[in-house]
């Protein structure tokens, strides 16, 4: 069995370490395809978040508190640049993550993609699954909001900020009108991408957010035609239980985009398939139990990522809704 996940976030993250799970129990294959909206160059460097998350999880290196970074790591580089007054100053880099950094940008400007830099950084970190960024373009989220300070009249005016200042620097607070993805339409799927949906027997949607880990990787051309047009069933997992995100800022982003931060209002974002969009089925939280969205097969199980046991039986229950020969929507 193959198995791709399009996934992003440290929610993301979780999930994969349970798809790995039953990966090893199954003898399935994983392909997680990962965000890359997120990707920013900080002090001359190029970060991949969601692709160090996701390496970091499932090699053992990630903080378990912060959920993001490495364990055990030291902030002497931070400190540094907070000395000469570099910025950015809201977003730090830490010591052992740099040396990931530094790698990854020699290597770049070497002229390999992303994704054989991808491949070689996890050549030490064994992830357990193949890890392909959605694109080895430049495609960055930039969000839309006001600026208070740019009308004389008082009313404002639009600019574009990168997503990790309007996140990491203002916490989602400013007003916003909507996100981009900037670099998108000009995008190809990275090597390998295309190859592993077409080979897929199921492709699962993790339980991230919607609007900027799961819709950037949607934004390259190619994607959603791949989903809409494959063989796969497409089986995804809600990040909205009793109407409130998991963790992070989905309800913020939803709330940009005017949709419901419900677990139906995530799944009427992505659409049936029978109708266009790109699920088949709906895996809620058992507190949505008796949710119904038009189109899809739609059931509930236990969605808490509390350990990695509950994770692989969270993993279970959505292929399930996607084996062969089981009515779809």
Known sequence: MRIVVLTGGIGGARFLTGVRAYARQAGAEVTAVVNVGDDVIMHGLRICPDLDSVMYTLGGGADPERGWG?????WTVKEELAAYGAEPTWFGLGD????THLVRTTMLDAGYPLSAVTDALCARWRPGVRLLPATDDRLETHAVVSDPGGGSDGAGTQRAIHFQEWWVRHRGALPTHRFVFVGAEAAKPAAGVLDALAGADAVLLAPSNPVVSIAPILAVPGLREALVGGRAPVIGVSPIIGGAPVRGMADRCLA???VPCTAAGVAELYGARSAGGILDAWLVDSADAGVAVPGLTVRAAPLWMTDEAA??????????LGRPGEERG
């Open 70 to 74: 490495r364990a055990g790591e030291t």
């Open 96 to 99: 052992r993550d740099v040396a």
């Open 256 to 258: 940009v985009l005017g």
């Open 311 to 320: 994770t692989t039986e969270m993993v279970r229950a959505a292929l399930a």
